[in-house]
């Protein structure tokens, strides 16, 4: 995924990628099956937070279905403590980051909330070596 800005803002994206094997195995049997509902505007689903290496999180599309999804929900909102803050300092700035691998979020607005970035995704296919 590709975010840009023209011009500077003084609200960060948050940032957070977890180290999944790191994690204690409480926490990744939670991610990995607990589930969410999930509405993406289309579609209503279950998912869980964490499968095939990748991480699923939107507190604004996703709920908590079940008590483990509801532990997988504060692990994020502890985990947003250690979240890094990539500011928009510069006119035209570009932030590339993989949307399963790495978890962003925008830093509290209310105070600005006309900040206004574009977004840019694409899906890349695995290719089989031989």
Known sequence: MILSAE???????MLWRG???RTPYEVRENLAHGLFIVDDGTARFLAPAFGSGRYRFDP???????SRARRAFA????????AIAFN???PDQVLVLDNRAVLHARADA???PE???KRLMFRVKKVERR
């Open 7 to 13: 011009s500077p803002s003084p609200v960060p994206t």
């Open 19 to 21: 180290d999944h094997w």
């Open 60 to 66: 604004g599309c996703m709920r908590p279905a079940d």
């Open 75 to 82: 692990y994020f909102e502890e985990a947003l403590a250690s």
């Open 88 to 90: 928009w300092t510069e």
């Open 110 to 112: 209310a105070a600005t």
């Open 115 to 117: 900040r206004e970035l």
